[in-house]
């Protein structure tokens, strides 16, 4: 997963844990996408995980 993440960082892409932090290796819950996609793709992440993410 890190060496997956590292290539889409490096070709400007975004990625996050599902609560949009940096915490994906830790949680292994991981969100990856272009810089266009990425916020409308976190609202719809988060509208359907709210309740289950941690605070």
């Known amino acids: 997963m890190a060496a997956g993440s590292l290539l889409i960082s490096e070709a400007g892409g ?12 830790a949680s292994g ?15 719809i992440i988060q509208g359907h995980c709210a309740d289950k ?3």
Request: charged content about 10%; hydrophobic content about 45%; glycine content about 6%.
């Open 14 to 25: 975004l990625v996050s844990d599902l609560s949009g932090e940096s915490g994906y290796l």
């Open 29 to 43: 819950n991981i969100v990856a996408a272009t810089p266009k996609v990425f916020p409308p793709l976190m609202q």
């Open 53 to 55: 993410l941690p605070a």
